[in-house]
């Protein structure tokens, strides 16, 4: 390490600081600037720091953001969320390494230009599976193209060019072109969308403006373009391109200026555009709000957290403000006493929409009555679960109401330090968040007292957990601990601390607007109000939705999500993620709320909501979830440490068809140790994937002791044959990676088993369908 | 001052303490093996879970705050399953002997390792206390099973124990009988890890006695052959009571093997990460005392590990509070030489 390696380091002391509590900033600053954490750099921290060897260390290998080796020039990001995974991630991940040469033991090339990582969920659950290359998105990958898009990326790297926007002159608008650009409309190319439509835009002279919104929830036909013009019903673009923003733009507005003159011209290119076969006619994505896909997608839904979420700029405070932000707010300051806030937050029944649905009221008024000068307000935005994307989503979308509600509850319940704990993955959130909290600084809407700041998390989904998370923002690694004390009489620095989930926060300020009574209409007797879910899996429309409690599942699969997708059968929902179950489509009359989904063996978790039809193999699903938790487990309490891998050998020996005889009693044993005797809430609920697909599809479970997966899923338990279909056209034989067929032109082809690795591809190229799996 | 019912007894209790103090207010025993007076409570080993009226499952009584009105079951059969299933799982991934493979071949049940240690340092005894010992007519199974021959031959065991008692040392099983009780064993080893046995050993070839038995050198030499594969804290360690008292199974879960590594680099203590439980009273131990390096758990879940932050050597890291974590360790992963 040469002196400039270190100035860096020292420079970083001096501005961060040298406090315990900086730790996790520091290390995080650190890696941003070498890739990975050298270790003569972490030594350099401690002798100039208050930071102990035992605490850099502790802290620098807990977290998963941190690596310990250099990382390659690019990062390929292989998305492994619950919607990618039943799609095949594991696959799409393996064909990277085998592409790139990567040996199991290591996760860059030789050459040190990428590295490949597992990341739980980017949020593009529709494009499933999902994988970044450096900052471009690649959807609908499968082993054999992972090639392909290595090739496209170092392509499109060596031929890059920076477009830039032209803005529009402000004030002239007669109309507005709205696109969503949250990180998983970005992920889908709306980027370039906006860009080419400010384009159009200043290049026609058309009086609009190009306005980037939140985020729609319809996930899965971006990028959107909506077209809002006055005195007309607004007209709607599904998966529009770059090349497709002129014609959109010219379509409805008169160009102005010189444009005009040439006018003829462009209606002239907008027809060649409709006509031209090269190019899809740009009215085949168009798409009216009204129509039966997007009403029935919207219908059913009821908009109370995701309010403004797709119609306003994130980034615009005033639009915040006009639309009624800020309102509840001046309510409570100008009207209402403290004791008053919690109670209309009581009367409301909104619960915890972290996922334990504790009455946020009473959590509000523990905070209020415990005793300190000094009170916190933590809102938890560190959501990891594998396909759940909502509080991203919720945070980019409106950062100005999650502010709002923070704000009143830290009027009611007393605190003059809030925190917003948000995952160091969503950078756009935390981008939009901490400029959001400079306006509202700067417009004094957070009263004389009130600090706000942010703490980007380093990657560990045991931080959900609020004593976890406190001890994280504390710069310590993120273990639990028992509770009682709670963090309301106890939390961060020792001080009364309210923890609430982002989206509970974006509750608020709704709620105090229209009053509890209009909350507590929605739902049901103990849940109230709406709930966020992010939609995914098999369904044929997936995305973010906010639905009533008190919702069937088998309204949200068929007409918001629009049934299974090629008409498979339906064969349950995953709900909660790692922390909840599977619901068989047998109980799809179950309704959403707290108490029926623990009542059929699922929980409300944060809201992941994963469809899963016929070709969903149960068992690989429990092994999936327990896969993640055991990974995630911070290793402290003996029953979470070692109980969730017990049961995960077992799991994987049944996948692997090496079961025994006792190992569902056993399995059923662990899990009913670890899910009563765990230390904290992720240990505890563990083995609810199990437990939920152990009680519904036990049948399942025995076919894999026989040796059997009927879903075909599990690679052990199945293998590829080539039927007499074949039509000896050799694809099979070409696009195979592991040369497991033997090239033979025109005649039927077989299938070595010894090195079949299960990957699938030459059943995807077969064009005569004729590879089954046995 | 909260008050509250420990299996149906009344108890009151400072603001502040937990359920387990409040247990011992009323000579209630709650097993604990990674709590310690005077260290604050980590909530690891689970073994001290009770129950509480109202609340879902079971709860770490060490770190379980007592409150007004608690209703608190210390000893049903859900507790005590629960705390055999902790004991099991924690003997799933703990890695040594509790007993020497000779001292569990002997017939006597000698102590043999130990005797060995006072040999090979020059300790002696009184002559004129010479002990009986069983050996002279015994076909000596203890050499059958001595590990040392998977490297080169087994020690000379019987000659050694000759030589010890008519020097006066004591030659006595130890403590009860350590063959009955509950032990795990590692079984085979795994390639390479005999060389973990071996550090710190005299690596030359097993030396047969002559017919007058083995000379003072000779039988210090020959005791330095010894790998003193049994537990420092045989009789000490808690998880072995502990899984004892509660009639455990060491094998009900079986689990990936870890590599058995032996740390001597401490001049008084010696380090088997293998038989850590992750309970972390030597971290906080070390931290308390403000040891320049200390300990840390570097990892996260079932990879979680105790060492010293850097790779630094043990000797670095427990510069004043060796022996103080050795005797706090509830296992035998830390002991004293």
């Known amino acids: 390490m040469n002196q400039a390696d270190l100035t860096f380091v020292d420079g970083l002391i001096e501005r961060i600081g040298q406090n315990p509590d900086a730790v996790i900033p520091i290390l995080q600053a650190i890696q941003e600037h070498y890739r990975y954490l050298p270790r003569e750099v972490l030594e350099r921290v401690c002798e100039i720091s208050e930071i102990t060897p035992a605490r850099i260390e502790g802290v620098a290998t807990f977290y998963t953001q941190f690596r310990h080796r250099p990382a390659g020039e690019h990062t390929i990001r292989v998305c492994v969320g619950t919607a990618c995974h039943v799609q095949g991630a594991g696959a799409v991940h393996d064909g990277f390494c085998r592409h790139l040469d990567i ?110 919104v939140g985020c729609t929830g319809m996930s899965y036909i971006t990028p959107l373009v909506e077209v809002v013009l006055p005195g007309l019903p607004p007209s709607l673009y599904a998966g529009v391109k770059p090349e497709d923003a002129e014609a959109i733009v010219l379509r409805h507005f008169r160009p102005g200026g010189i444009m005009r003159k040439i006018k003829t011209s462009a209606s002239h290119i907008l ?45 615009d405070l005033d639009e915040y403000i006009s639309g009624g932000g800020f309102e509840a707010l001046r309510k409570c300051t100008d009207e209402l006493s403290p004791e008053q806030v919690i109670d209309e937050i009581t009367r409301s029944g909104l619960r915890g929409r972290g996922g334990a649905g504790f009455v946020t009221g009473l959590k509000w008024l523990h905070v209020r009555q415990a005793h300190g000068e000094k009170k916190y307000i933590i809102c938890n935005g560190d959501e990891g679960d594998p396909g759940a994307f909502m509080d991203r989503l919720l945070l980019e979308s409106q950062p100005y109401r999650i502010i709002e509600g923070v ?12 925190i917003f704990y948000i995952r160091a993955e969503y950078p756009l959130a935390i981008k939009r968040m901490t400029d959001a909290i400079e306006q509202c600084r700067q417009r004094n809407l957070l009263g004389p007292k009130l600090r706000l700041r942010i703490v980007p998390g380093a990657g560990a989904f045991v931080c959900g957990e609020e004593t976890a998370l406190i001890a994280s923002i504390e710069g310590r690694r993120g273990m639990p601990r028992p509770r009682p004390p709670y963090p309301a009489q ?103 709320d707290y108490e029926s989904l623990v009542g059929v063996g699922a929980f409300m978790g944060s809201g992941g909501l994963v469809v899963l039809d016929e070709t969903d193999c149960m068992v690989d699903i429990a092994r999936y979830f327990l896969a993640f938790t055991q990974d995630q487990s911070c290793g402290k309490c003996t029953f979470c440490r070692i109980g969730t891998r017990q049961m995960l050998d077992i799991l994987n020996r049944i996948c692997s068809g090496e079961g025994r005889g006792d190992d569902l009693e056993r399995l059923e044993h662990l899990a009913g140790a670890v899910g009563k005797s765990s230390l904290c809430g992720l240990g505890k609920s563990a083995p609810n994937p199990v437990i939920s697909t152990l009680r519904y599809f036990r049948d399942e479970y025995e076919a894999h002791l026989a040796g059997v997966c009927p879903a075909g899923v599990c690679k052990d338990l199945i293998k590829y044959v080539i039927t007499d279909d074949c039509i000896g056209c050799t ?11 033997e090239m033979k032109p025109h005649e039927k082809h077989e299938i070595d088993v010894e090195k079949c690795i299960r990957c699938g591809t030459c059943m995807r190229v077969c064009p005569a369908d004729a590879i089954k799996v046995e | 001052m909260p008050h509250l019912m420990i299996d149906n007894r009344k108890v009151e209790v400072a603001d502040g303490e937990t359920i387990l103090d409040a247990a011992k207010k009323l000579r209630i025993e709650i097993p604990t093996m990674c709590f310690l007076e005077g260290v604050r409570a980590n909530a690891s080993c689970m073994l001290c879970v009770v129950k509480v009226e109202g609340l879902a499952g079971l709860v770490p009584a060490c770190a379980t705050l007592a409150r007004d009105g608690m209703k608190v079951q210390t000893d049903t059969d859900e507790i005590r399953t629960a705390r055999t299933d902790a004991l099991e799982l924690l003997l799933s991934d703990h890695l040594g002997d509790c007993v020497a493979t000779c001292q569990s071949a002997c017939p006597a049940g000698l102590n043999i390792p130990l005797v060995l240690r006072q040999i090979a340092a020059g300790q002696t005894g009184d002559a004129d206390g010479a002990s009986e010992i069983p050996c002279d007519d015994c076909p000596a199974p203890c050499e059958r099973a001595c590990r040392r021959k998977q490297f080169d031959s087994p020690v000379s065991i019987r000659a050694l124990m000759q030589y010890a008692a008519a020097a006066g040392l004591v030659v006595q099983p130890s403590g009860p009988d350590n063959r009955r009780r509950f032990s795990v064993h590692i079984g085979r080893l795994q390639e390479g890890e005999i060389e973990q046995f071996l550090a710190g050993t005299n690596r030359g070839g097993r030396i047969e006695p002559s017919d007058d038995g083995l000379t003072e050198d000779q039988a210090r030499d020959e005791a330095r052959r010894c790998m003193h594969c049994d537990c420092r804290k045989a009789d000490a360690c808690k998880l072995r009571y502990y899984a004892e008292l509660y009639g455990a199974k060491a094998r009900r879960y079986k689990g990936e093997r870890r590599s058995f590594v032996q740390n001597r680099e401490h001049p008084d203590v010696i380090y088997e990460p293998g038989k850590c439980i992750a309970c972390g009273l030597c971290v906080r131990i070390a931290e308390d005392a403000r040891e320049e390096l200390g300990l840390t758990f570097i990892g996260r879940g079932f990879d979680v590990r105790v060492t010293v932050p850097f790779d630094r050597s043990i000797a670095e890291g427990l510069k004043t509070t060796a022996l103080q974590c050795a005797a706090a360790c509830p296992t035998g992963a830390l002991s004293q030489r």
Request: negative net charge.
């Open chain 1, 103 to 212: 040996p199991p033991d290591d996760d860059t090339d030789a050459a040190g230009v990428f590295t490949v990582e597992k990341v739980a969920c980017l949020g593009c659950c529709s494009l499933a599976p999902v994988v970044q290359i450096g900052d471009v998105t690649y959807g609908h990958l499968s082993g054999d193209t992972a090639a392909d898009a290595v090739r496209d990326f170092l392509n499109l790297q060596s031929r890059r060019v920076h477009r830039k926007a032209r803005p529009v002159e402000p004030g002239a608008e007669v109309g507005e072109i709205r696109i969503s650009l949250d990180t998983c409309c970005i992920a889908r190319g709306c980027g370039a969308v906006y860009e080419a439509l400010c384009e159009a835009v200043a290049r026609s002279g058309a009086r609009a403006s190009v306005k980037r």
């Open chain 1, 407 to 418: 704000v009143i509850a830290a009027y009611a319940v007393g605190a003059d330090e809030g």
């Open chain 1, 271 to 315: 027809e060649n555009i409709l006509t031209d076969d090269a190019w899809e006619p740009v009215t085949r994505y168009s798409t009216d709000v009204r129509e039966a896909i997007i009403s029935e997608f919207t219908g059913p839904q009821k908009r109370i957290a995701t309010e403004q979420a797709g119609s306003a700029d994130p980034a």
């Open chain 1, 490 to 592: 106890s939390g961060l620095n020792g001080k009364p601390t309210l923890v609430n989930n982002t989206e509970t926060f974006s509750m608020v300020p709704w709620i105090i607007r229209n009053g509890a009574g209009a909350f507590s209409d929605t739902g049901t007797d103990l849940s109230k109000g709406t709930k966020v879910f992010a939609l995914a899996g098999r369904v044929v429309r997936g995305g973010l939705v906010e639905v009533p409690m008190g919702i069937t599942i088998h309204e949200i699969v068929e007409q918001i999500g629009g049934g299974i997708i090629d008409s498979k059968a339906f064969k349950a929902v995953q709900i909660g993620g790692p922390s909840g179950g599977c619901i068989p489509a047998s109980l799809a009359d179950t309704p959403i």
């Open chain 1, 731 to 741: 694809l099979c034989a070409q696009h195979c990676p592991a040369d497991a067929i």
